[in-house]
């Protein structure tokens, strides 16, 4: 179980590009659930069963560890299987059915329109990423979209001259007017990227950004304008409320 384990590692680190801190959280949680298993006879991969990842996120409820936790491990084992499955090491995916742990979300603070200001003027737009990150920034805030319809946001479904954009979200479809600052951010954004993909945003190594990018970005930006702990949902609360 630890050599799948070590290459799934291995590939977060090397296609991935996770950072030390993040391989050193996901090896620990994967090697309590290896144990786990361990423990419990189940020394195969294929002797993995809905069962026995229920027992184990069980067994970190009652060792006291929060929702919040729990839900953290279900998504890295989870992430772990989807790998398995990829590689062809395993056919099915033991924690498909397990259920996600729900967590009650605290209320957002809503920002002042100055504090809004002063995190829209954070990126620095002589750098491409800075053109990035502030059409990111503009896109969440003045027209509201989340991070999952913006990191799966097309260039062939974004219309800057009409000032209009599809945005997708699993099964449901927006059309959204944006404002002409927005249009403008994206295309000085497009302008200099120079990459023949037909996703809007790009991380560094060329690939969609994720979800997860898109939150560090809000959250590194908002501490840079003295805002502790933003998120996406706090900024359309503000704009669009």
Not at 66 to 76: D, E, I, N, T, Y
Not at 93 to 113: G, N, R, Y
Not at 117 to 138: C, E, H, Q, W
Request: charged residues 30%.
């Amino acid at each position: 179980m630890r050599d799948y384990i070590e290459e799934y590692l291995e590939y977060l680190k090397e296609k991935k590009r996770r950072t030390p801190n993040t391989l050193a959280a996901y090896q620990q949680d994967l090697f309590r659930f290896a144990d786990f298993l361990k423990k419990q006879g189940i020394d195969r991969l294929e002797r993995i069963t809905a069962t026995s990842c229920n027992s184990f996120l069980l067994s970190l409820e009652t060792e006291g560890k929060s929702p919040a936790s729990v839900q953290r491990k279900l998504v890295c084992i989870r992430g772990f299987f989807d790998y398995l499955i990829r590689k062809g090491y395993i056919k099915e995916d033991p924690a498909e059915f397990v259920p996600s742990i729900h967590l009650v979300q605290k209320e957002a603070e809503a920002l002042t329109k100055e504090e809004q200001k002063k995190l829209l003027s954070m990126p620095n737009r002589s750098t491409l990423k800075g053109k990035r990150d502030y059409a990111i920034l503009m896109l969440l805030a003045v027209e509201g979209l989340r991070p999952s319809e913006l990191v799966a946001l097309k260039i062939s479904e974004l219309s800057l001259k009409h000032r209009h954009l599809v945005a997708h979200e699993e099964n449901r479809e927006r059309n959204i007017r944006i404002a002409e600052e927005t249009a403008q951010a994206i295309q000085a954004y497009l302008t200099e990227r120079n990459k023949d993909i037909d996703i809007v945003f790009l991380s560094r190594a060329g690939e969609a950004i994720s979800r997860q990018s898109v939150w560090k970005i809000v959250r590194m930006y908002g501490e840079k304008a003295g805002l502790k702990n933003m998120n996406p949902q706090q900024i359309r609360i503000k704009v669009n409320g």
